[in-house]
């Protein structure tokens, strides 16, 4: 029911920004909740941030929380992760996600839609 396409990753240097875009071709955009997840090589993939309409809440990891910003914008059908101040820890593939009603917003299987994943390196 819900495309995700995915753009904004690269390289980019310790202490750097990057700004990742999540573009939602399906209908009622406003009507999900929104997440993003990362997943190192040889980890989980873990919950980075969420964005919570019906509860009119973000929540974040503690790991990104005060760096990373999570947005959506209904009138471009397109959700955001801003990420400031940037780690190699933070390295990652990144997937956007989105939830008919992610009452556990950090726990992956409240999600059925993803997209493919965007790589962010941040070398030191």
């Known amino acids: 029911q819900v495309q995700l396409v995915e753009s904004g990753g690269g390289l980019v240097q310790a202490g750097g920004s990057l700004r990742l875009s999540c573009a939602a071709s399906?209908?009622?955009?406003?009507?999900?909740?929104k997440a993003w997840f990362r997943q190192a090589p040889g980890k989980e993939r873990e919950f980075v941030a969420a964005?919570?309409?019906?509860?009119?809440?973000?929540y974040y990891a503690d790991s990104v929380k005060g760096r990373f910003t999570i947005s959506a914008d209904s009138a471009k059908n397109t959700v955001y992760l801003q990420m400031n101040r940037l780690k190699p820890e933070d390295t990652a593939v990144y997937y956007c996600?989105?939830?008919?009603?992610?009452?556990?917003?950090?726990?992956?299987?409240?999600?059925?839609?993803w997209g493919q994943g965007t790589q962010v390196t941040v070398s030191s």
């Open positions: 964005n919570s309409w019906r509860r009119g809440y973000t």
């Open positions: 399906g209908r009622t955009f406003t009507f999900y909740d």
């Open positions: 996600a989105f939830g008919v009603d992610a009452t556990r917003y950090s726990e992956k299987n409240e999600y059925a839609y």
